[in-house]
């Protein structure tokens, strides 16, 4: 029999990863509404310290690693009791996303430091040279294999949430082990641009849209966009327009 | 339908780069001389020796695919001598013809040289002939050696595939001493005794010059009118083949084909696109990418997914492509067509065992058979059958969705997934096919303990069945498609437009899914022996409209409602594990409360979840659901709720690369046998028993292993 429900229980039913989506854009609203005022963030982001650097982290991960993990959510919540099956998508995006903030407010912290001796051109020259020796290796084929990895989870009690939580970080942990060269480039070219440019790179080879054979082609032409876009940043500020103080997000 | 193929030669500047760059020389001349004293596959060509076989026998030189500058000289040569070898009068015992010049005088030290100015020497031609004299003496049986050492007869017994492999046995008397003259030397040497240096001086030529006959005169052979390839070639079935006779030509001609391919192995890169390893190492390799040759594109299988087929279609047709210019080479039919292997037909009990001829060690042309495979599993190189829960077709016809657009299986071609992607898991799951007969028929015939070559990714297209065996799957797959008017293959853009390339350099093959759904049209244009030229109306129209009809809409969620307590082993005996069940909470709840049975409108699943392991037991498990304690599950045949096949769980539960280390995920439809369950009293809403019985070999054994099904889910829908 075929049922003809509506939309949005369509959506409900069929595709319960709208929740990382709705993550994910509200990641996105929050770090692109400033730059409706400031369009240079499109270019250079904005300095944060302290607790400001762990929200900024905070959103980056949100916003660029929410939508590397839909497919895993759809899985984790087939996967679960119906009844459960939000409580268990919420608790992997907690691990998930959790992990990828603390390592996110690392990488700021260490660009922090890098920053103001090297200048973001030849820090992001350097990193992108990273990522594009790393793009074609085997180590990074392996780790974006097991990003998509599952394994048999507990159905009911804490030990279901727990389980939730540790596939979260699992995900996260092998996550950052396919991608931290890129987001260092990201984070160290910085801009709203750029980190769209990164976002839509990660989330095409997590995906299986770029074939492993074109990876590194593919990560050429975002450190291409990465150095282009310091460039433009380093070019504005040299002509005397006034751009944010550069830390990374 | 356009036709994007590539064809054998490529566009100017490219179809050769990939190729020739990967070699040692550049140049044209270093080229030559690399090709003529390294690479059997070009020496035939190079040497003459071949061309001028086929301009004896009236055949038109066909356009080598790797035409060069070079490669035109000789060429040229070549023709020179076929135009003089076809004058009258240009013979005599004396001189050879188109040698340039009559032999006389003391006979010269010769030998195969790599310089590339090789003037024709009509003592070499007087020598490939005496030397065709020894050859036929050897096929004959009349040839007397010396040397009557078992080494030696070894030795010379090994030496000829080689001949037979470059297209020179006979020789082609061509007045070079090329690659072909180098090994009859060298099989003449040792037969008589002699020391093995492929040179011919003085002590091989008094020898040789015992053999000394007049040289025949050759008769202008008109030339046979070409005879062009059908529109349509006929895959036959292998079993109909051998029937009449176990090395029927299409047959013979298939193993001639491989030992040449295998003749162009070149260790340990395989460079050569047409090497017989290159081509296996296509489906899967264990070489790591740092040692694949430049331009490789290996270890490409689409597994798991609803590429499965179409990839395999692809990649049949660019191996038969090569195989059969191959058989043309070697002077066979230029309509040849891949055999398959149809094991299903229960009306012929004989086919369950692989066909005589892959089988035999032995083979009509001597040595040792090329389609013989050691690694394989016991007993299948002798009496060894296939089981009838291997061969079994009754699950992938039951089955008329492609693939499933809701529910959570694989329907018949397998789920929904990006090319090459193998993420494993809920998401990644074989089709029925894919399953059973495909998987069964990979494990059985490999052998699962240790595994042959067709039980796993990288090594199954090394065994020369492997080819007739996805042939079959093929073939089920065009038939399933004819079988029901509705059932469709994916219209998703995402399915049609997969591309797929096989192949480096000039052997590049490059066709997109959706180019080969008709396997008739062109590029492919074949069909099988057992389905019309063209489907009847009643084979078209045959529906039965009751059939659901899966893919035309997202129904009904799947919903969990119970898994096993942890994981299940699954050993050599039979395995059991108790699922609970939970009352559903989601859009299937109110039709089940309203009945206490089973509702017509709702479907059950079993999902066998991260199958993984790393030494399989057997070909397969049976699954049965809710059989008695102490009964037999063999007599609850109504109660079988599908199989689980062995092949690739290995593959997918290694963490590298290639698989993310899930191991395999199935899920079986179980509607019918908990409706059948839920209508005799016996299904418990709260409790299903699942027992899986190992498939045993064909002596009857389970080995043992260490696969586990990590959860076993039951889903409402």
Not at chain 1, 32 to 59: I, M
């Amino acid at each position: 029999m075929t049922l003809a429900p509506h939309p949005l229980t369509r959506v409900h039913w069929h595709h319960p990863e709208w929740v990382a989506m709705v993550v994910a854009a509200s990641g996105w609203l929050a770090v692109s509404v400033p730059a409706a005022t400031e369009p240079a963030l499109l270019l250079r982001s904005v300095h944060a310290s302290g607790v400001a650097v762990l929200a900024h982290a905070a959103l980056m991960a949100a916003a660029m690693m929410g939508p590397l993990v839909l497919a895993n959510v759809h899985d984790l919540a087939g996967s679960s009791l119906w009844r459960r099956r939000y409580r268990a998508v919420l608790a992997y995006l907690a691990g998930y996303l959790g992990l990828w903030t603390v390592v996110g407010a690392a990488m700021m912290l260490a660009l922090d430091a890098v920053l103001p001796i090297t200048g973001p051109v030849p820090l992001v020259v350097v990193l992108g040279a990273v990522v594009v020796l790393f793009a074609g290796s085997a180590a990074h084929r392996r780790h974006l294999r097991r990003c998509s990895a599952t394994r048999p989870l507990v159905l009911t009690g804490w030990r279901a949430d727990r389980d939730c939580v540790e596939e979260g970080i699992r995900t996260g942990w092998q996550c950052v082990q396919a991608s931290w060269p890129v987001m260092l480039a990201v984070m160290a070219s910085g801009g709203l641009l750029v980190l769209a440019a990164g976002t839509a790179y990660l989330f095409a080879e997590r995906s299986g849209r770029i074939r492993d054979q074109r990876l590194t082609p593919w990560a050429l032409a975002l450190v291409e966009a990465a150095v282009l876009a310091a460039l433009a940043a380093h070019a504005l500020s040299m002509s005397g327009v006034p751009l944010p103080a550069h830390t990374g997000h | 339908m356009s036709e994007l193929e590539t064809p054998w030669a490529e566009p100017e500047g490219h179809g050769q780069a990939e190729w020739f760059d990967s070699g040692p020389f550049a140049s044209g001349a270093e080229r030559l001389a690399w090709q003529q004293d390294e690479q059997p596959w070009s020496a035939e060509s190079l040497d003459g020796d071949a061309p001028a076989a086929r301009a004896r026998a009236g055949e038109p030189r066909p356009a080598s695919p790797f035409e060069t500058p070079v490669q035109g000289f000789i060429d040229t040569l070549a023709g020179a001598w076929t135009d003089s070898a076809r004058s009258p009068g240009a013979e005599g015992e004396s001189e050879v013809p188109g040698c340039g010049g009559p032999v006389a005088g003391t006979p010269p030290l010769i030998y195969r040289t790599s310089r590339t100015d090789r003037s024709r020497n009509p003592w070499v031609g007087k020598a490939q002939t005496l030397l065709n004299v020894f050859l036929a003496q050897q096929k004959a049986g009349t040839e007397q050696c010396t040397d009557q050492t078992t080494g030696t007869r070894q030795f010379v017994v090994a030496m000829r595939p080689k001949l037979l492999a470059i297209g020179q046995d006979p020789l082609g008397v061509d007045c070079i001493f090329g690659e072909g003259t180098e090994i009859a030397t060298l099989m003449f040497q040792a037969c008589r005794g002699l020391l093995r240096d492929a040179k011919i001086g003085e002590k091989t030529w008094p020898e040789l010059l015992a053999l000394d006959v007049p040289l025949p005169t050759p008769t202008p052979t008109p030339t046979p009118p070409p005879v062009p390839a059908p529109a349509i070639r006929v895959r036959e079935d292998v079993w109909t083949l051998s029937a009449a006779n176990p090395w029927h030509p299409t047959i013979l001609w298939y193993a001639r084909a491989v030992g040449a391919l295998k003749a162009r192995n070149v260790p340990p890169s395989f460079a050569d696109p047409r090497s017989w390893r290159h081509l296996a190492e296509t489906h899967g390799t264990s070489m790591p990418p740092s040692a694949w040759p430049s331009g490789a594109r290996w270890r490409q299988c689409e597994h798991n997914s609803w590429h499965f087929m179409p990839w395999h279609r692809v990649y049949l047709h660019h191996f038969e492509r090569i195989v059969r210019d191959e058989i043309a080479r070697l002077g066979g039919p230029a309509d040849w067509a891949l055999p398959f292997w149809d094991y299903s037909d229960t009306s012929r009990p004989d086919v369950t065992s692989l066909p005589p001829a892959f089988r035999s060690t032995s083979w009509p042309d001597g040595g040792t058979n090329p389609l013989f495979e050691s690694a394989r599993g016991p007993d299948m190189n002798t009496t060894g059958r296939l089981s009838s829960t291997i061969v079994d077709l009754t699950d992938a016809f039951a089955e008329n969705a492609f693939t499933p657009s809701s529910g959570p299986t694989g329907g018949f071609g397998g789920t929904r997934a990006p090319v090459g992607s193998h993420r494993g898991g809920p998401a990644s799951q074989m089709g029925v096919l894919e399953r059973i007969p495909h998987g069964l028929v990979h494990v059985a015939v490999g052998g699962d303990s240790p595994p042959g070559l067709m039980s796993l990714f990288e090594t199954a297209a090394q065994d020369p069945i492997f080819w007739l065996h996805h042939a079959n799957i093929d073939r089920l797959w065009e038939a399933w498609r004819r079988s029901r008017a509705r059932r469709r293959n994916p219209s998703s853009r995402a399915w049609l437009d997969a591309q797929w390339t096989f192949g480096a350099g000039s052997t590049t093959t490059t066709l997109r899914t959706r180019q080969v759904l008709d396997p008739r049209q062109p590029p492919l244009g074949y069909r099988y022996s057992d389905m019309p030229v063209t489907p009847t109306p009643e084979a078209e129209a045959v529906g039965d409209e009751s059939e659901r009809v899966e893919d035309e809409g997202e129904g009904r969620p799947p919903e969990l409602v119970g898994t096993s307590e942890g994981e299940v082993a699954l050993g050599a005996a039979v395995s059991t594990a108790r699922v609970r069940l939970g009352r559903p909470s989601g859009p299937a709840r109110e039709l089940l409360e309203e009945s206490r049975g089973l509702p017509k409108d709702v479907q059950v699943f079993l999902r066998l979840e991260n199958v993984t392991g790393t030494r399989v037991h057997t070909s397969g498990v049976v699954v049965f659901l809710n059989v008695p304690p102490g009964g037999r599950p063999a007599d609850f045949p109504d109660r079988r709720a599908g199989v689980l096949p062995m092949f690739g769980v290995i593959e997918t539960s290694r963490r590298d690369d290639t698989h993310s280390g899930s191991g395999q995920t199935t899920t079986l439809d179980i509607t019918r046998v908990a409706r059948a369950l839920a209508t005799s009293g016996q299904w418990d809403p709260a409790k299903v028993d699942v027992t899986f019985v190992p498939i045993p070999d064909a002596r009857g054994r389970v080995q043992q292993g260490d696969v586990k099904v990590g959860r076993v889910s039951v889903f409402y829908a």
